[in-house]
């Protein structure tokens, strides 16, 4: 689980928060994935919510959804009493993902990348760019229609969902009644 980049609000927006840390106005989105890349959980809350006190909702969801998830990673915004909560009532191990004490720069975070991954499906949707909808429900609506839509993409595709490798110029051996080349 992770927090996403903010949505920026349009004009007819009532309800956008202010983060102070990051000085930007919209919508924060927590959402809860599988390493598949599946949806198990979303909430949508204004920007002056704090990280950790939004996480709350979409782990209890993915608890009472998902019973057989038994450990949730999450980024290094959600450290303090969001682990001894996740803990204690829920009964799940929730583990905080930590860059290496020397980065610097971006780098691949291991286990954070599948949610990191669903949110660039997210934001290829042209509606979940910036924020449109007037209602946080409507908001989580049209991202659990957008995760739905790639899985069907997903389940009709025909062939391995894996690119193919280097064609050659030119066909090595001819078939019957094929020109060669």
């Known amino acids: 689980m992770t927090r996403s980049p903010f949505a920026r609000p349009t004009r007819r927006q009532p309800r956008p928060g202010v983060d102070s840390g990051k000085k930007v106005k919209g919508c924060k989105r927590f959402i809860v994935t599988d390493t598949l890349g599946p949806l198990l959980a979303v909430h949508v809350i204004a920007a002056n919510v704090q990280d950790r006190d939004g996480a709350r909702r ?3 969801w993915t608890r009472l959804d998902h ?3 038994c450990k949730v990673c999450a980024d290094q915004g959600f450290v303090g009493r969001i682990v001894d909560w996740t803990a204690q009532p829920l009964g799940r191990e929730l583990e ?4 290496e004490p020397g980065q610097r720069g971006f780098q691949v975070q291991l286990k954070s990348w599948a949610v990191e991954r669903t ?3 997210l934001t290829a949707r042209r509606r979940l760019t910036r924020d449109y909808e007037s209602s946080p429900a409507r908001s989580e609506t ?3 229609w957008a995760v739905i839509g790639n899985m ?4 009709t595709r025909r062939g391995s969902a894996a690119r193919p490798g280097s064609r050659p110029l ?3 051996a001819t078939e019957p009644g094929q020109p060669g080349c």
């Open 67 to 69: 019973p057989g998830i």
């Open 119 to 121: 949110f660039a499906w």
């Open 58 to 60: 979409p782990l209890l």
């Open 170 to 172: 030119r066909r090595t």
């Open 152 to 155: 069907v993409r997903r389940l």
């Open 142 to 144: 049209m991202i659990r």
């Open 96 to 99: 905080i993902v930590r860059k």
